[in-house]
Each structure stands twice: as C-alpha cells, then as structure tokens.
C-alpha cells in the first residue's frame, strides 16, 4: 500500500500538470505552443540543466558509468528499431525516429525528479543530454535525410550541458547572485514542459490507432529491456539504474511530430504514436517505477 501510494505521489502531479495544458486548449484558451517551447528549450532548460550538473554532487565514476551505459543502451535501442522498421516495411523516415527516442525531457526529467529528488534529476540531465545530442544529429538526419553539425553547436542545451559538466568536474560555482537568478529560470523548465506537452497532446490527431498502439506496446518492452540490461550489465547503483530505465522507457516525444511536420515526413502516423504510447505510459510508468524503486 505504502509503494503504491509513492509511485502515485510521484506520477500524479506529471500528468495532473499534463491534464491542465490539455484542459487549457479544450476550453478554447490561447496557448502559443511555439513560444513556450522556444524559451524552455532556449532559456529555460539549459539553466536547469547547467544549475542542476554544477551542484550535484555526483561521483567521477558513477557519472562515467551512467554515461557509458546510456551511450550503449540508445545505440542498442537504435540498431534494434532500424531492423524492425525494415523488416516491418515501415518508412524509415517516418518511424525510426519517435521509436528510437523518448520525452526524455517533458516526462523524464520531472519523473526522475520527484521519485529520486536532486540526484536522480541530475542522473536525469545527463541521459537527457546523450540523448538530445543523438536525436539533434543522427534523429535529424533520420527524418529529413541530412544533418547539421553547426545545428548542434548552436544549441542552447548543448552548452548549458557542456558548462555543467566542466564547472561539475572542476567544483566550481557561479556567484550567489548569478546561481539564484539561474536556478529561478530554470526552475520555469518542468511546469512549463508538462502543461506544452498536454496542449500538444490536446491539439493531435492520431491515425491507425491500432497499429500505433502495438508499435508503442513493443517500444515500451524494447527500451525497458535494453535499459534494464545496461544498466546491469555496468553495475550502475540503485538511483542511476532506475533514472536510466525511467528515462529510456518514456513514450514517443512530441517533437518527433513537429520534425516530421517540418520535413515531410508522415506527421499524422507520428501523431498516432504520440498519442497511443503517452496514453500507455499513464499504465506503464508507474509500473516501472513500483519496479525500480
């Protein structure tokens, strides 16, 4: 009863923020979804993520294994899903990419928050930020057939990233003053990309929900399984074991759908992953998290 009550402390308020985006759009309320995307991805989740790696407090080696483990599991989870599309005779372009990665960011981040606290998010931020590298290149180049180093070195998280790591390996800190104004910032990250992604989720329309479903169904075993297994095989401590497979176990990103509106791809089909293996994810996380905890 205790364990169950904890993982609905820990989930409830991911997908109650979720639910008032999601309200938000179907009672007719203004919400430019490109905005608030823009500052959280330009401004606020780079403070968040630089804040959060420049005061953990995460050992040397614990950091290296949990990178080293994340690398393999999204490279086995990469050359899993590029076979299974092919032998499914499924467009590459379309497909690939939403199976191969997750909402690492809108769920995983404050999922990782609230179940492991301080620590677990700055677990968190770095499978985050392994898997914000691959998808800005190798996921780029998946859905519109080319790739942009450039892309990558201007992005804000790449940086916020980068600094985060130095300043943490260095065991440095940014004035008082600096830190307090930098934490407020990205402290706006996780309510504001909770409640974007329930307006996202509010405004999609999935086709062949069916087959949308299955595909979602066999992502969620896929990436559990990998993770899972990665994570043992490098003997990653009980919080970092658990954010790893947490993080890798979230469903189908929302941006997977706005890189294929953008490059042509079948943006309704994504659509349809999306909603189908968020949906599944209100199941499927707490289960995870009663498994890991």
């Known amino acids: 009863m205790n364990l169950a009550l904890t993982v609905f402390e820990i989930v409830a308020p991911v997908f109650l923020l979720a639910g008032i985006g999601f309200a938000w759009v179907k009672v007719g309320l203004e919400y430019r979804i490109q905005f608030v995307t823009q500052l959280a991805m330009t401004l606020s989740l780079p403070c968040l993520i630089f804040v959060s790696l ?10 290296k294994s949990l990178s080293i483990a994340a690398i393999v599991a999204y490279g086995i989870i990469t050359i899993v899903f590029l076979i299974l599309v092919q032998l499914l005779g ?3 372009r379309t497909y690939s990419a939403p199976l191969i990665f997750g909402n ?7 999922l990782a928050l609230f179940a492991f606290g301080e620590l677990g998010l700055s677990y968190a931020v770095i499978v985050f930020a392994i898997m914000a590298l691959w998808s800005y290149t190798f996921g ?17 998280l790449v940086w916020g990233t980068i600094l985060g790591i130095i300043f943490l390996w260095q065991d440095w800190e940014t004035p008082i003053f600096l830190t307090n104004a930098l934490l407020l910032i990205g402290q706006m990250a996780i309510p504001m990309m909770l409640i974007t992604l329930g307006v996202a ?6 086709n062949d929900f069916i087959q949308a479903a299955i595909l979602s169904f066999i992502k969620l075993i896929l990436c559990v399984g990998i993770a899972w297994a990665s994570g043992y095989y490098f ?10 497979v947490l993080q890798v176990a979230t469903p189908v990103a929302v941006t997977s759908y706005l890189l294929a509106e953008k490059y042509g791809a079948d943006a309704q089909s994504v659509a349809g992953l999306v909603v189908a293996s968020t949906l599944m994810s209100v199941g499927a996380l707490p289960l995870i998290l009663a498994a890991i905890l």
């Open 201 to 206: 989720l509010a405004r999609l329309s999935g």
């Open 140 to 156: 780029i180049w998946l859905v519109a057939g080319k790739g942009s180093l450039h892309k990558v070195l201007c992005e804000p």
């Open 235 to 244: 003997d990653l401590d009980q919080t970092a074991f658990g954010v790893l």
């Open 104 to 110: 690492t960011g809108n769920l995983g981040l404050p």
């Open 90 to 92: 499924l467009k590459t």
């Open 54 to 63: 420049m005061q953990s407090h995460i050992d040397t080696e614990a950091l």
